[in-house]
């Protein structure tokens, strides 16, 4: 979106963003699959299949409801808003389009999230032991689309990442015991969720007071969306 902005292509058309998220849709369970065949030992068959259509399905409703958020953010949406007090929203006639916008953040922000990542995290607190070594080279993308997914803040999965990155740890130290140790890519993953946290943390810790966020994400988990922020604060200085 920063090389080719939205504002060059029909709003009711795919965007260049929206088709390398379709390659992405494609491209990762194909390299996850093939990196699993090169595993000595992997889960059985049948939960790899199933985890991987559950993956598809997840991104794919991601790459619907971020399509249209683009859009809407484009409109004037304003993200550190709920869906029925943005100004674009709230005066839709008949009030039952809020109802289906409501619909649409739910499949995006709750469901697809939830569906796409339990599959990345699930190959990640599962890793497998070769050559006296932790070698959960197959966590690469996984680990990658973290990082670039605003570090688990804009997917709203910090339960899930923060329950994998314990389990992958009580891993590492149980296995340390018997003189079993990471290698290049199990440290890579390893040093990758450690860092995540410490980010995730930072940024919370920022913006822990904020009146606006702590109303749009209430409750004892509080990892505000970088959207959110850049509609709250950035956008209106530009």
Not at 130 to 139: A, E, F, I
Request: glycine share 4%.
């Amino acid at each position: 979106m920063l090389v080719f902005p939205l504002q060059w292509f029909p709003l009711n058309k795919p965007s260049v963003g929206d088709y390398f998220h379709m390659a992405y849709n494609v491209i990762t369970p194909f390299l996850l699959l093939k990196l699993i065949e090169r595993s000595p030992r992997t889960l059985p068959r049948s939960v790899i299949y199933v985890s991987i259509i559950i993956f598809i399905m997840g991104a794919s409703i991601h790459l619907v409801g971020d399509s249209v958020n683009h859009r809407l953010l484009f409109s004037g949406y304003q993200h550190h808003l709920s869906v029925r007090e943005n100004p674009i929203i709230k005066n839709l006639k008949p009030e039952t389009l809020i109802d289906s916008f409501e619909l649409l953040y739910y499949y995006d922000e709750y469901l697809g999230h939830s569906m796409c990542s339990w599959c990345s995290d699930s190959y990640s607190s599962t890793s497998r032991l070769s050559d006296k070594k932790l070698s959960p080279v197959r966590d690469v993308p996984s680990t990658c689309h973290k990082l670039e997914r605003y570090l688990v803040t804009e997917g709203q999965i910090f339960i899930l990442f923060i329950f994998t990155f314990f389990a992958m740890l009580a891993l590492v130290l149980h296995q340390k015991r018997r003189r079993l140790f990471l290698d290049s890519n199990g440290l890579f993953l390893f040093y990758s969720f450690a860092l995540t946290l410490l980010l995730v943390t930072f940024w919370v810790a920022w913006l822990w007071n904020d009146p606006v966020l702590r109303k749009k994400y209430p409750g004892v988990i509080y990892v505000p969306e970088p959207w959110a922020f850049y509609t709250l604060h950035v956008s209106s200085e530009l």
